[in-house]
Every structure is written in structure tokens, then in C-alpha cells.
């Protein structure tokens, strides 16, 4: 989800007009400064959107992507350590030393993988439903990451809480059917 997305929902949204001295507001760079709740109460709203505008059949709708399910995307569905393959360095991707942007970037810019996503490795941090007690799990690693470890597909951090917020976490969601009891699908 970039800035410009989350700013229709949220108008006076900003995601940080500096860090080092470089903006994290593009347009099409990733949204941050979002928290778990952030997130989800977007999701919400885009479902509303969709719903009313009967796109949509009425058993689906966005969420924030499950553990398993964000691995498939960053795996395309084998099981390869980093979101570009088993190799390195990074063939696409931005984290920390692997391109010319020092921070966020637009998400055309950070490389798509064989399945056309944009942004799955790197970037910044991407929320999920995964959790561990009260610790909301992000992955994907993001532009301030260059351990290799922190590169590798089955790598997660975490958010402190369901309301944290940093100038290197976002998110994206699926479509997906939906599942009674998930946040984010009303």
C-alpha cells in the first residue's frame, strides 16, 4: 500500500517528511508509519469500497496477509531462501547498501518478482496477522537491512504492539476468502 493509497483513506496521513534527510512521502513509495490497527482499519474501509461497488463476491475481501500466505508470495511458491532465489546479493529488492536509495523507494522502483509482486524483499518491514502473544510479526525485511539473515525469506521481527508505528513498516494485503473470526473483513 503506498502513500498515496493510504492518503485517500487517511488525507492528513504523513509518513515522515525526513529521515537522514530524506523524504519517506513519495506518492508510490510505501506507506509507514502505520501501525497493525493502521492497517487493518484500512483494510476495512477498502472493503466497504469494494463491497458497495459489487466487484467483488460477497464471500471475499482484503486482510493483512497470514504467515504462510506472505511466504508463499516471497517464495513464489518454492522454496527459495531470499524473495529473488537461493543466491546473493540481492537481484532486486532495496535494503540497506543494495541500490541508490537510501531509504523507501517507489515500489516500481524495488523490483517485482516472477508472480509481477512488487516489493515483496525489502523496502520496509510488512505486517502481518502472525503474532506471538501480544508482538504483531513483520517480514520482508526493509531499506535498513543489509544482514543476510534479516534478507532471508523465513525471517520475521516483530512490531512491539498492535499500535506501533516505524519510519521502516508497512503493508499490503490479499484478496482472499473470507474467514469467520479474521480482523480486517467486515
Not at 154 to 160: F, L
Request: glycine share 14%; charged share 20%.
Amino acid at each position: 500500500v503506498t502513500n498515496q493509497q493510504f492518503q485517500r483513506y487517511r488525507g492528513g496521513h504523513g509518513s515522515g517528511t525526513t529521515f537522514r534527510g530524506k523524504s519517506l512521502a513519495g506518492d508510490t513509495c510505501p506507506v509507514v508509519q502505520v501501525s497493525y490497527q493502521d492497517a487493518v482499519e484500512f483494510a476495512s474501509w477498502i472493503n466497504a469500497i469494494i463491497k458497495a461497488s459489487g466487484v467483488l463476491p460477497a464471500d471475499h475481501g482484503f486482510r493483512l496477509p497470514t504467515a504462510g500466505e506472505w511466504l508463499i508470495i516471497a517464495q513464489c511458491g518454492d522454496k527459495r531462501i531470499y524473495p529473488w532465489g537461493s543466491g546473493r546479493p540481492a537481484v532486486y529488492g532495496n535494503y540497506e547498501g543494495s541500490d541508490s536509495y537510501p531509504v523507501t523507494c517507489p515500489v516500481e522502483a524495488s523490483g517485482s518478482n516472477e508472480w509481477g509482486l512488487f516489493g515483496v524483499g525489502g523496502n520496509v518491514w510488512e505486517l502481518t496477522e502472525e503474532r506471538l502473544g501480544s508482538l504483531r510479526v513483520v517480514r520482508g525485511a526493509s531499506w535498513a537491512c543489509g544482514n543476510p539473515m534479516s534478507l532471508r525469506c523465513d525471517n520475521r521481527d516483530y512490531a512491539v504492539a498492535a499500535n506501533h508505528k516505524g519510519n521502516d513498516i508497512g503493508f499490503r494485503l490479499v484478496l482472499a476468502p473470507v474467514r469467520t473470526g479474521m480482523q480486517g473483513v467486515r
